[in-house]
């Protein structure tokens, strides 16, 4: 199993411009999440889904936007890019929301820089 | 407003020391607190993590206390490495309310820096 795995890893966008951040995984989860990781903010959720055609925005949404059309694949999408989007972005995956066991599995990440 | 809040924000400690690292959380919907610890330029993966009925837990050189009166929990590091040198997050199953229905959203922590010198 590659897990999960994130395209590209690293981006330069100019203000304004316009990109989709990949995210596939192989592990049959339903669950997916955004993250976007800054120095010493932690990792913050941006959208999550609980399966195909279903999303929900999470703590910081403002900016970006998800589709979820298959279990696999987990794209986010910047329309209009901003030099406070200037981040690393994670996306994970985990098998249940629920429940007593919520072990999210986590791609090598997207280094994205807004100038 | 932080629902799980972690402490220090980072920590340098010798080769063999035992760094801890503290978190305090909010309301949570069931007792799982894990720890996922992050390498330069990877993704965070899980470390440890303690579930229900139990206030400590112990894998290796890594052990979690865990203290429900005090919404507390903690990781120590004994006989620490350079090797052990990473961000370390907690995190915890905040309590979410939405259409009725109540669930465990999982919340990190704003991490840790560990550097552990030879």
């Not at chain 2, 400690?13 to 610890?37: L, R, S």
């Not at chain 2, 199953?93 to 030879?118: D, E, M, N, W």
């Amino acid at each position: 199993n590659a897990g999960v795995t994130q395209t590209p890893k690293f981006r330069i966008l100019k203000i304004g411009q316009s990109m989709t951040l990949q995210c596939a995984q192989d592990m049959n989860h339903n669950y997916m999440y955004w993250y976007r990781q800054d120095p010493g903010m932690g990792l913050k959720l941006i959208y999550y889904s609980v399966g195909a055609g279903i999303t929900d925005k999470g703590e910081v949404p403002n900016g970006y936007n998800v589709s979820r059309s298959t279990t696999e694949d987990f794209p986010l999408r910047l329309e209009l890019a901003a030099p406070s989007q200037t981040s690393v972005y994670f996306c994970a995956s985990s098998y249940s929301l629920l429940g007593t066991y919520n072990e999210q599995f986590f791609g090598p990440g997207t280094r994205l820089t807004v100038l | 407003q932080q629902q799980v809040k972690q402490s220090p924000q980072s920590l340098i400690v010798q080769k063999g020391g035992i760094p801890i690292i503290n978190c305090a959380y909010e309301n949570t919907a069931f007792d799982y607190f894990p720890w996922y610890q992050q390498f330069p330029g990877k993704g965070p993966a899980l470390l440890i993590a303690i579930r229900p009925d139990v206030s400590e837990k112990k894998e290796g050189r890594f052990t979690i206390s865990f203290n429900k009166s005090a919404k507390q929990f903690s990781l120590h590091i004994m006989d620490s490495q350079p090797g052990d040198s990473a961000t370390y997050f907690c995190a915890a199953p905040i309590l979410r309310r939405a259409g009725g229905t109540s669930y465990g959203k999982l919340t990190f922590g704003q991490g840790t820096i560990l550097t552990v010198h030879p």
